[in-house]
């Protein structure tokens, strides 16, 4: 089926028109296949509806100038470089749905101001964050035991970083070019342990 700017196959987005600015995926529609919007660089806002369960491999990649972009509560996979180097994106939610942040989903969203993970992730990824260069802050929901490498390589004006009990291992250059970061933790915890070993000015939270 084809609608004036998608192509949906069995109910999954296959192939988006790479010079449409606005997109409206319909209804009935669970899956956006890998690659289905890769490069559509007109693209700037996508509204995804919540049947759709599963966001593919590299789905968005390269759509420089999307900056909105709601992921509905039902969605549970999000793919590798789903949305790797959408310079234009601000903001994101992730549902609570989502239990693993995968390598690279969000590198290089250099525009990218706040996100919010919640308690349900338990892994963050290889450079899943790296060169979110817009970011200051962030706060890893407790349930994450997994912090990847270079997670947050590259994320120049980050300050800080929370990081709760629930973290037992921070891969050794996940902060990596992150001159300025202060990592929040608790007393006693894996991240204090962390930061210390590996020089990173920390703050005990009360």
């Given at each position: 089926?084809?609608?004036?700017?998608?192509?949906?196959?069995?109910?999954?987005?296959?192939?988006?028109?790479?010079?449409?600015?606005?997109?409206?995926?319909?209804?009935?529609?669970t899956v956006i296949r890998k690659y289905a919007f890769r490069y559509?660089?007109?693209?700037?806002?996508?509204?995804?509806?919540?049947?759709?369960?599963?966001?593919?491999?590299?789905?968005?990649?390269?759509?420089?100038?999307?900056?909105?972009?709601?992921?509905?509560?039902?969605?549970?996979?999000?793919?590798?470089?789903?949305?790797?180097?959408?310079?234009?994106?601000?903001?994101?939610?992730?549902?609570?749905?989502?239990?693993?942040?995968?390598?690279?989903?969000?590198?290089?969203?250099?525009?990218?101001?706040?996100?919010?993970?919640?308690?349900?992730?338990?892994?963050?990824?290889?450079?899943?964050?790296?060169?979110?260069?817009?970011l200051k802050s962030i706060i890893i929901p407790n349930g994450v035991?997994?912090?990847?490498?270079?997670?947050?390589e590259g994320c120049f004006d980050i300050e800080t970083v929370t990081?709760?009990?629930?973290?037992?291992?921070?891969?050794?250059?996940?902060?990596?070019?992150?001159?300025?970061?202060?990592?929040?933790?608790?007393?006693?915890?894996?991240?204090?342990?962390?930061?210390?070993?590996?020089?990173?000015?920390?703050?005990?939270?009360?």
């Amino acid at each position: 089926m084809m609608n004036d700017y998608l192509t949906i196959v069995n109910e999954e987005v296959t192939k988006c028109d790479p010079n449409v600015t606005n997109v409206v995926i319909p209804d009935g529609v669970t899956v956006i296949r890998k690659y289905a919007f890769r490069y559509c660089e007109s693209l700037k806002s996508i509204t995804i509806p919540n049947g759709v369960t599963s966001i593919g491999v590299s789905a968005f990649e390269g759509c420089y100038n999307l900056k909105t972009v709601t992921i509905p509560d039902g969605v549970t996979s999000i793919g590798v470089r789903a949305f790797a180097y959408c310079k234009s994106l601000k903001n994101i939610t992730i549902p609570n749905s989502i239990k693993f942040i995968g390598d690279d989903t969000f590198n290089h969203c250099e525009s990218l101001e706040s996100i919010i993970i919640p308690n349900s992730v338990t892994f963050i990824g290889n450079y899943a964050f790296a060169y979110c260069k817009s970011l200051k802050s962030i706060i890893i929901p407790n349930g994450v035991t997994f912090i990847g490498d270079r997670a947050f390589e590259g994320c120049f004006d980050i300050e800080t970083v929370t990081i709760p009990n629930s973290v037992t291992s921070i891969n050794i250059e996940a902060f990596y070019g992150c001159a300025n970061v202060v990592i929040h933790c608790y007393k006693n915890s894996y991240a204090e342990e962390y930061a210390k070993e590996h020089y990173i000015p920390y703050k005990i939270i009360d």
